[in-house]
């Protein structure tokens, strides 16, 4: 039965859950009428055989032997239709029948009704024949000084009729109206589910070229409205992700494609006309120098592809920063000192709680850039500092700074301030990249302050919960 439901459309089953919901409030509603008309017409009975009561006593009176007679040209009315309709019993205190006026034979009577058993004031409903329903109403009563029991009777044929009347209408009515509401829910939910068939059709045309395309959406307040806009939203991220992919792609290859055009070139010429052995030498350490480059590039291009394939969490343990900073000051000393550039570092016991690995990859990338783009005996600073229960750890440079449009850039994969320049010393656009998404992975975030003319501050900034000391 889950199964059979499942498996229906969701229109078929919204028209069903709206034909079993008018289903129900119909039989409530139905009951509740039902209900209300027949306690009417009880009450209106019953009001009507308390005036019986009071007319039939007033014409009651004893004759001379003291037999109860029924003075039928009482002060009340008709004597015609007093004769056909009165019902009554007028029975002694010790329950002995002294009158009975009915207007139907007695002798069809099933069984006549026992003699009253107190004298209070009570109801009730008999039925004398099959399916001839009465009222009953008996109480005490006076004549001429005499107290007797009297028992009034009413007929409920006509109540009965009309309650059974009700119940067929409703009868007839209900599968009209449950099937009616059925129909109705159906096109109800087919009309509000067409946007849906829509966007449906136009999702299967979206493939990895027209990434573009987006879904329709003529009414973005409501519900399904808001799933198209999620849906775009999705396709327009995804939409941009696939564009950097391609972006990275043509970049990657382009970057690979210059050393490898350069390697070929340089061998060419000295394969060519290279009979000098000084020039040979100078071939072979111009194409090793692009080797490194493609080295180089190859190496940052694995290094950001493993971090790219993992996401979860990387492995933290206790680093000490300032032991970290002094060994990165101690691999970059020779290439410092070429550049008559000195490396400082200041730095308390500050303890993180960080992968050691993507951390230093972060720092030797800045402490590489600072080297790269400072000038020659200017001095690069490499900081750490606890900052409102962050750890900072900043390089600092004097070098040409970098303008504030570029400060979001520069992370991007393959982007360089100034090609030319950047290439020719030796920097392959993905040092940034490779820091940024290293910190990421630490938990933390990389910012840079700086101006065109002031040296850069790239500052590392790694949460609170990394802190550990
Ligand atoms: P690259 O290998 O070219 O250095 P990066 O991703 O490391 O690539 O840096 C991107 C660009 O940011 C560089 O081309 C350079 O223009 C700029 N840049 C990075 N670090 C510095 C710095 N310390 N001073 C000035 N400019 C910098």
């Not at 879904?215 to 409205?225: A, I, Q, V």
């Not at 060994?327 to 410092?336: G, K, N």
């Not at 750490?384 to 979001?408: C, F, L, T």
């Amino acid at each position: 039965m889950n199964a059979w439901w499942q498996r229906r459309s969701v229109r078929f089953r919204l028209a069903l859950w709206y034909a079993a919901a008018t289903a129900l409030v119909l039989i409530a509603f139905g009951w509740f009428v039902y209900e209300v008309i027949e306690h009417r017409l009880g009450a209106e009975i019953d009001r009507q055989l308390r005036i019986d009561f009071d007319l039939i006593e007033a014409q009651l009176s004893l004759d001379q032997e003291g037999t109860v007679r029924w003075n039928v040209r009482g002060s009340h009315g008709d004597e015609g239709f007093a004769r056909i309709s009165a019902w009554f019993e007028v029975w002694s205190d010790n329950r002995e029948l002294l009158l009975r006026h009915w207007p139907i034979l007695e002798a069809n009577i099933k069984e006549a009704p026992p003699a009253p058993q107190t004298s209070t004031l009570k109801f009730a409903t008999i039925e004398l024949e099959p399916a001839l329903f009465v009222r009953v109403m008996e109480r005490p009563g006076r004549v001429q000084g005499r107290s007797v029991i009297i028992r009034v009777f009413r007929d409920q044929t006509e109540m009965r009729r009309t309650l059974r009347e009700i119940v067929e209408v409703s009868v007839l009515g209900f599968p009209l109206a449950v099937a009616l509401a059925a129909i109705g829910g159906y096109l109800v939910a087919t009309r509000s589910l067409r946007p849906l068939d829509a966007m449906a059709r136009q999702a299967r045309r979206i493939t990895s070229e027209s990434l573009s395309k987006r879904l329709p959406n003529p009414n973005p307040s409501d519900e399904l409205g808001r799933l198209a806009t999620v849906f775009n939203e999705t396709l327009a991220r995804l939409e941009a992700s696939f564009a950097e992919l391609q972006r990275f792609t043509a970049d990657a290859s382009h970057e690979l494609r210059s050393p490898l055009t350069a390697l070929r070139a340089v061998g060419e010429v000295a394969l060519r006309d290279g009979d000098d052995p000084a020039t040979l030498r100078e071939t072979i350490g111009s194409m090793l120098e692009e080797g490194e480059r493609l080295t180089d590039l190859v190496d940052a291009l694995l290094t950001l592809a493993r971090m790219d394939a993992t996401n979860a969490d990387a492995a933290r343990e206790e680093v000490d920063v300032a032991a970290l900073l002094d060994e990165i000051r101690d691999q970059f000393q020779v290439l410092a000192s070429e550049k008559r550039q000195t490396l400082t570092v200041t730095s308390d016991f500050i303890a993180v709680q960080a992968d050691r690995t993507l951390l230093r990859l972060a720092l030797v990338n800045l402490v590489h850039n600072a080297i790269r783009h400072s000038p020659s005996g200017s001095q690069i600073s490499l900081i750490a500092a606890r900052r409102a229960g962050k750890i900072d750890v900043s390089v600092k440079d004097s070098g040409p700074g970098i303008a504030p449009e570029y400060h979001q850039k520069i992370f991007e994969r393959f982007f360089r301030v100034d090609k030319a320049r950047s290439r020719s010393r030796g920097g392959v656009g993905l040092g940034l990249a490779i820091a940024k998404r290293a910190v990421e992975r630490n938990g933390g975030q990389i910012v840079v302050e700086s101006n065109s003319d002031r040296g850069s501050v790239f500052r590392i900034e790694l949460p609170s919960w990394a802190t550990n000391a």
